[in-house]
Structure formats: C-alpha cells, structure tokens
C-alpha cells in the first residue's frame, strides 16, 4: 500500500480562489481526520470522518472551509475564498481501527497570497 | 472535546543526555495516548504509544510514563542522538478515533 495520499503537496493560490485539498485514505481504514498545521498553533483537527460521515466538524474555522467524504477512498477539504491565513500545512490521517495509530499523508503546503 | 497542553515548546540537550517531554490532558475518558515524532519537511510518524490500562512503556531509548489521576503522560528519551532532533506531538484520544495532538516541542539535540 502507498500509504495515505494527499494531493497537490504543494498550492500557491491568490487570495480569494477556491481551493481543494485532496487525500486518499489507507485502503480499508475506517477513520479519516484532517488537521492544519501552523507554527504558533501546532496541530489543529479541523474535521473527522468515521465510515465516510462527518462526525465532529468543531476544528473547522468558519463558513469558508468545506470537507467532504463521497466514498471511502476519497476525501476533499475545500476553502471557498481562501485568505493570506489560511496559509499552512494541511495534513490528512487515517486510523484503521480504535485505539491504534494514526498515519499521515505527506501534506499540502498552502500559501495563499 | 479534549484539551491537551504540551509542555516545553522548545528544548535543547547536549548529545548523551536525557530529553523529557511532558502533556496533559482534560477528558478523563481518554484511553490511548501516542507519540509522533515530525522531521523537518516531514509527516508525523508514531514513535510509542500508551493506553491507560499501562503506567509505563519502553522501546529502546525512548519510554513513555502515565498517570491517569492527575491526567499527565510524558515522553522520556535516554542517551539521546543529533537524529533524535525534531518536532515530537503528544495526542490523546477518548472515542478511540478522535486524536487531539499537543502544540509540540522542538527538539534539539546539539552534539
């Protein structure tokens, strides 16, 4: 297996386009979670998906963010206008079952500007 | 949701020293709590875990310490290498799939 994949790995989009964020999950793993990644916040759980179906979506910062989950192979993390701040590394992961590791896809870079 | 603080931020040992790294955590609920350690440019990537039926797990140089009444677990590394040097997250999770991560520490080791 090639692991989790993420797609693009790196984005540099002006301020005010859409964005999408791709990753495709560990085949067989029920769990997937996306998480931003910054310098002053560390890791932050933006949305988490349990057998495709969003379950906590808490982490997400406002009204411009957007996950989805059609299947269990493919997941979409949209930013609809992105701004200068939401410039980081986003990171998806899934879990195969309770209680066990976590495993990371590579990440995208965003920088918006 | 749980909270979890990581403490220090940054931290910097000479080569052959001990580097010990401390978290807490809100929800007594919690029941599995990793470590992932991130290189630079790198993702995450587990380096031990601890579920609360254990007090205490050890690999090779690296140990992980859990105190479920005062809802602390630390991360302790023995003899430690330049290769050690990176960013280490701890995390905790209750539902078994949620994993809230602490803010990390940047480790340093200087030879």
């Known amino acids: 297996d090639a692991g989790v994949i993420q797609s693009p790995r790196h984005e540099v989009t002006e301020m005010g386009q859409e964005v999408t964020l791709r990753c495709k999950p560990i085949s067989g793993h029920n769990s997937l979670f996306w998480y931003r990644q910054t310098m002053m916040r560390g890791l932050e759980l933006l949305i988490y998906f349990n057998n495709n179906v969003p379950i906590d979506d808490s982490g997400m910062p406002e009204d411009r963010f957007s996950a989805k989950m059609p299947n269990a192979s493919f997941s979409t993390l949209k930013i609809q206008p992105s701004e200068p701040r939401d410039s980081a590394v986003y990171f998806c992961?899934?879990?195969?079952?309770?209680?066990?590791?976590?495993?990371f896809g590579q990440g995208t870079r965003l920088t918006v500007v | 949701g749980e909270n979890v603080e990581q403490h220090p931020s940054t931290l910097s040992v000479q080569e052959g020293d001990s580097a010990v790294i401390k978290c807490t955590y809100s929800?007594?609920?919690?029941?599995?709590f990793p470590w992932y350690k991130q290189e630079l440019g790198k993702r995450p990537q587990l380096i031990i875990d601890?579920?609360?039926?254990?007090g205490e797990k050890k690999d090779q140089r690296i140990a992980v310490t859990l105190n479920k009444t005062a809802k602390h677990f630390s991360l302790h590394i023995t003899e430690t290498q330049p290769e050690d040097s990176a960013v280490y997250f701890c995390a905790a999770s209750y539902t078994g799939n949620q994993f809230y991560f602490g803010t990390g520490t940047s480790l340093t080791v200087i030879p």
């Open positions: 929800d007594s609920a919690s029941n599995y």
């Open positions: 601890i579920r609360s039926n254990v």
């Open positions: 992961a899934t879990v195969p079952k309770l209680n066990t590791e976590a495993f």
